[in-house]
Antibody, heavy 119, light 110 residues
Framework: QVQLVQSGAEVMKPGASVKVSCRAS????????IHWMRQAPGQGLQWMGW????????NYAQKFQGRVTLTRDTSSSTAYLELSRLRSDDAAVYYC????????????WGQGAMVTVSS | QSVVTQPPSASGTPGQRVTISCSGS????????VNWYQQFQGLAPKLLIH???QRPSGVPDRFSGSKSGTSASLAISGLQSEDEADYYC???????????FGTGTKVTVL
């Protein structure tokens, strides 16, 4: 079945970088945009950016420009999010999702990866 | 804070109809499709409505979406206890060049 499986929880120190993976299966990875969102505890959803796996093209939310990098490995059908210069308010669950329909309709989501930032 | 606003909460008794509003602007809802997501506590969101009023396969037809101008709505008719969840609207914003989520609405079944 079509699914996205993310890497596990991470505990990071302030100022460090974290890299979260998102492995796709059950469909042609290169044909669909992958988007990344995050959700801080008790808060709403926040979009971070997208990557188009076929070309590697990316687009980042203004809020995260300069701190976020999206990459992909087509040989393993895996997308990656790296967030640098971590702060305490970056603690959140990070989700990847496939844009399967169009116009930001995310029809398949990863299970989420919790990132804790603590000294 | 989000540029797309929703009421923080909505509630109804089983069988009732509940409507959730989503208010934006000409740069987001006014010029782009609206999608709705349902999220249960501790789980990833699920696509409920796309392109303003289209239901993905498997979504019950008691969920419906509409859009008018810079606002959109999600209606749940025949409310059921399993509908108790958080609901988010979302749309592209051409001015920000970002995908924006609404502030979210918690639906409670009384």
């Amino acid at each position: 079945q079509v699914q996205l499986v993310q890497s596990g929880a991470e505990v990071m120190k302030p100022g460090a970088s974290v890299k979260v993976s998102c492995r796709a299966s059950g469909y042609t990875f290169t044909n669909y945009y992958i988007h990344w969102m995050r959700q801080a505890p008790g808060q709403g959803l926040q979009w971070m950016g997208w990557i188009f796996p076929k070309s590697g093209d990316t687009n980042y939310a203004q809020k995260f420009q300069g701190r976020v990098t999206l990459t992909r490995d087509t040989s393993s059908s895996t997308a990656y999010l790296e967030l640098s210069r971590l702060r305490s308010d970056d603690a959140a669950v990070y989700y990847c999702a496939r844009d399967g329909v169009s116009g930001g309709a995310f029809d398949v989501w990863g299970q989420g990866a919790m990132v804790t930032v603590s000294s | 804070q989000s540029v797309v606003t929703q009421p923080p909460s909505a509630s109804g008794t089983p069988g009732q109809r509940v409507t959730i509003s989503c208010s934006g602007s000409s740069s987001n809802i006014g010029s782009n499709a609206v999608n709705w997501y349902q999220q249960f506590q501790g789980l990833a969101p699920k696509l409920l409505i796309h392109n303003n009023n289209q239901r993905p396969s498997g979504v019950p037809d008691r969920f419906s979406g509409s859009k008018s101008g810079t606002s959109a709505s999600l209606a749940i008719s025949g409310l059921q206890s399993e509908d108790e969840a958080d609901y988010y609207c979302a749309s592209w914003d051409d001015s920000l060049d970002d995908y924006v989520f609404g502030t979210g609405t918690k639906v409670t079944v009384l």
